[in-house]
Structure formats: structure tokens, C-alpha cells
């Protein structure tokens, strides 16, 4: 099984995108899932994490981004609000356990043009 991002695309900054995550086969379900983005020069950044007793997410992107989870759908999904060009990169969804992240998808990329 492998997790599948889409909603990625190019935007103007100020503008917004809704990023969906799926697994490849719809009976997997797991403790946790979260969302990443990686850019060549700053490298993997954690953006939030969903899990059954609650949620967190980075200081860098909290109040802008919003992350939930639709149970019923199994899809996560990350709300980018107000993007700026600094925003650019390759968004990564991962799920796994408490402690793991087992299962990575591939990304969707994300550009802010200024």
C-alpha cells in the first residue's frame, strides 16, 4: 500500500489549495497521519500531525495551514491559506503509528508565483 497526494498546482501568492491524501487501498487505517514538505535547499519540513486524541502542527505554519482527517473517507487533507512564494515545495503526506511514519506517498508540488 502506498498513500496518494493530489490538489497540488500553481497559485498566485496570497491564494489557496486544498491538498487530499489517500491510501492505494482503502481498508488501511492508521494511528497517524501527517503532512511534510520538502524543497531542494531547506530539505524535509514537518508541517502536522492528526492522530486519534488530537492534532499539532508547526509554529511556522500554524494559523495559515489546517490539517484534518475524514474517517469515513480515510483522506487527510491539508488547507494552505494566504501562500507565499516561500510556501514552494514538494507536499508529502506519511502515515504509521504513534511513533513511526511507515508509509510515505510520492507528493503533489505546490508553486507560489509572487
Known amino acids: 500500500v502506498h498513500l496518494v497526494e493530489s490538489g497540488g498546482g500553481l497559485v498566485q501568492a496570497g491564494g489557496s489549495l486544498r491538498l487530499s491524501c489517500r491510501p492505494s487501498e482503502s481498508r488501511f487505517l492508521w494511528a497517524r497521519w501527517g503532512w511534510f514538505r520538502q524543497d531542494p535547499v531547506k530539505g524535509r519540513d514537518f508541517l502536522g500531525a492528526?492522530?486519534?486524541?488530537?492534532?499539532g502542527s508547526s509554529d511556522s505554519v500554524k494559523g495559515r495551514f489546517n490539517i484534518s482527517l475524514n474517517r469515513t473517507e480515510n483522506a487527510l487533507y491539508l488547507e494552505l491559506n494566504d501562500l507565499q512564494s516561500e510556501d514552494t515545495a514538494l507536499y508529502t503526506c506519511?502515515?504509521?503509528?504513534?511513533?513511526?511514519?511507515?508509509?510515505w506517498g510520492l507528493g503533489t508540488q505546490v508553486t507560489v508565483s509572487s
Open positions: 492528526i492522530w486519534q486524541s488530537g492534532f
Open positions: 506519511a502515515a504509521g503509528t504513534s511513533s513511526t511514519w511507515d508509509y
